[in-house]
């Protein structure tokens, strides 16, 4: 397999491709099925792509993946690892896109990203998914989408009991006050800026939640996970941390690609946490 890996890599090597290029050449591909460009909504970057486990039996728990960007980049085709390591563990995996900056503002990502988990549940049962299990999972910024849409009613309402679990990535949850210019004009929508911080709705109501960081991060600083970590602890709340020290920000994520995976235990660590109120079959 790793042969393989490196023979699909020789080319993009070659070529000087980008990172997700070079990870994406190292995935397999037989282990799952791509459904791609499935509209959730009417605007060309509301579609989502579908990774279904080969070979699966029985209803699969799904698991919706927010990708990073700092709300002003990313594609869905870039994560195809992140779909194959899940999709290998027995997961269906949903990867939506959603609309950035400067098309849009804050909180129009909340908004897409609200949509995208509805039209798995109303759809996932067709590609064999179980819409009563399905976790919600982000990196960087699509942690803070996914963590929003479990902490903040306002986006599902009371369906966000519906959600199995959450998964953080280096997230980003309490991270005022802002300094990236960038950020500011995203969040410029709000002129009560505490009101756009996941750590502001913690109830003790949310699902349960992992949150995870590497302590090398100097992009996200991993306080944010101990902070919202402690304030979900003081209001009831059942949530677990998972620091790893010789990981940073982007090699957190990067270590569910291939041979990353192997190095370190986040991929292993991930799948206890999103199969506990679902047990393996």
Not at 99 to 122: K, M, N
Not at 163 to 174: Q, R, W
């Amino acid at each position: 397999m790793r042969l393989w890996g490196l023979i699909l890599a020789l080319p993009c090597l070659l070529a000087g491709c980008s990172t997700s290029d070079l990870v994406n050449a190292f995935a397999p591909r037989d282990d799952f099925r791509l459904v791609a460009g499935l509209a959730y909504g009417d605007n060309p970057r509301q579609t989502l792509d579908l990774y279904l486990p080969v070979g699966a039996q029985g209803k699969r728990p799904v698991v919706v993946f927010f990708y990073g960007g700092n709300w002003d980049s990313g594609h869905k085709e870039d994560y195809l690892f992140l779909g194959e390591a899940l999709a290998s563990r027995g997961f269906i995996v949903v990867v939506p896109d959603y609309r950035i900056y400067p098309e849009i503002r804050y909180p129009a990502f909340l908004a897409d990203g609200a949509d995208a988990v509805r039209w798995t549940w109303s759809h996932i049962a067709e590609q064999g998914g179980d819409p009563a299990h399905v976790s919600l999972m982000g990196h960087s910024a699509g942690a803070y989408n996914a963590m929003m849409l479990a902490l903040d009613p306002k986006w599902l309402g009371d369906a966000r009991q519906r959600i199995a679990s959450v998964v953080g990535l280096a997230g980003p949850y309490d991270f005022l006050p802002l300094v990236d210019p960038t950020l500011k004009i995203i969040f410029a929508t709000e002129p009560d800026l505490p009101r756009t911080q996941p750590i502001a709705y913690v109830d003790g109501a949310a699902p349960p939640v992992l949150l995870v960081s590497g302590r090398l991060d100097t992009i996200v600083s991993p306080g944010n996970v101990t902070r919202l970590a402690a304030r979900i602890r003081e209001h009831g709340g059942r949530v677990e941390t998972e620091f790893y020290s010789l990981l940073g920000h982007i090699t957190l994520i990067g270590s569910f690609a291939r041979p990353l995976r192997f190095v370190t235990p986040v991929l292993d660590d991930v799948t206890r946490f999103l199969e506990a109120p679902y047990p393996a079959t």
